[in-house]
Nanobody, 122 residues
Framework: QVQLVESGGGLVQAGGSLRLSCAASGLTFSSYTMGWFRQAPGKEREFVGAIRWSGGSTYYADSVKGRFTISRDNAKNTVYLQMNNLKPEDTAVYYC???????????????WGQGTQVTVSS
């Protein structure tokens, strides 16, 4: 049974930082692209960024480029999302996802975590 468990969300002031973690189990972690998505109330789930299986390739949505960084530790089956210079518009539930051929598309991911709330106050 595949499980993805996010942690690290919370309330932060604008300009602050948070680091989200996603611990995976039940899959060959190093074979999967790991993605981060977010969903704000009343909006569709949107791509934030992703990291390829080897960790050597990352890509980000324009809205977070230069502020967010994704990394992974295949020995710990964990992927991270470091979020700096947070803005109120970053407020959302953040989800991690695993896909053998993950891209920017929600449908390209096979497994999803339950999400963690990030709230940025102005």
């Amino acid at each position: 049974q595949v499980q993805l468990v996010e942690s690290g969300g919370g309330l932060v002031q604008a300009g602050g930082s948070l680091r989200l973690s996603c611990a995976a189990s039940g899959l060959t972690f190093s074979s999967y692209t790991m993605g981060w998505f977010r969903q704000a109330p009343g909006k569709e789930r949107e791509f934030v960024g992703a990291i390829r299986w080897s960790g050597g390739s990352t890509y980000y949505a324009d809205s977070v480029k230069g502020r967010f960084t994704i990394s992974r530790d295949n020995a710990k089956n964990t992927v991270y999302l470091q979020m700096n210079n947070l803005k109120p518009e970053d407020t959302a539930v953040y989800y991690c996802a695993a896909g053998r051929y993950g891209t920017v598309a929600v449908t390209s991911y096979d497994y999803w975590g339950q999400g963690t709330q990030v709230t940025v106050s102005s």
